[in-house]
């Protein structure tokens, strides 16, 4: 069975510019969840996604956004992007919300914006 | 909000002793689960171990295997007969029950000695 795939694995992209992340999540798994990572803010949530549809987001401004398509696949997008966004961008799968459900990461996308 | 504090950045360990990492966190909730996680420099974030809040047994995983403390919020992790492929970031984590974020500690980074 594949695991998460995240792609890119590396971008570097120019202050102001947008870029969009992509993960594929585990076959069967329905739900979606997008992470940064930075070395000053640890690992913080953005929202995920379940029959896609946006169930949660975390607080993050408007630029980060998602959505989620009918495979399950899910993108992040940023826009306008700051320096302060580089990071590493994880994306996790789940069988199903709730219920405590092991989370499946992927290798992440790093995003340096300079 | 809930919070979840590894107070030991970093901790070494020579190969096949034991090594304990800690984890507090904080909640008015009854019913959540947690999880260690390592992350690797590969940085896929593995699941180590679960436990969910309602059992009183401790999990254990090989020669992973928790100390959960309840009442006093606390999720230790024991690592015993210490390999250099455990080596990594470690990261203790926290989900409420139906909830879809996991909330994440700073990290622990163990080293592994020859």
């Known amino acids: 069975k594949a695991g998460v795939t995240q792609t890119p694995r590396y971008l570097i992209k120019t202050r102001g510019q947008q870029v969009t992340l992509s993960c594929s999540p585990i076959s069967g798994h329905r739900s979606v969840s997008w992470y940064q990572q930075t070395p000053g803010q640890g690992l913080q949530f953005l929202f995920e996604y379940f029959s896609e549809t946006q169930r949660n987001k975390g607080n993050f401004p408007g630029r980060f956004s998602g959505r989620q398509f009918s495979n399950s696949r899910s993108e992040m997008n940023v826009s306008t992007l700051e320096l302060g966004d580089s990071a590493l961008y994880l994306c996790a799968s789940r069988f199903r919300q709730g219920g405590g459900t092991e989370a499946f990461f992927g290798q992440g996308t790093r995003l340096t914006v300079v | 909000a809930q919070t979840v504090t590894q107070s030991q950045p970093e901790m070494s360990v020579q190969e096949a002793e034991t090594v304990t990492l800690s984890c507090t966190y904080d909640?008015?909730?009854?019913?959540?689960?947690l999880f260690w996680y390592k992350q690797p420099p590969s940085r896929q974030m593995i699941l180590v171990i679960r436990?969910?809040?309602?059992?009183?047994q401790n999990a254990t995983e090989n020669r992973f295997s928790v100390n959960f403390q309840k009442a006093a919020k606390s999720f230790s992790l024991k690592i015993s007969d210490s390999q250099l492929g455990d080596a990594a970031m470690y990261f203790c984590a926290y989900l409420l029950q139906g909830a879809q974020k996991l909330v994440f500690g700073q990290g622990t980074r163990l080293t592994i000695n020859p």
């Open positions: 436990q969910e809040a309602y059992k009183q």
């Open positions: 909640t008015s909730e009854s019913d959540y689960y």
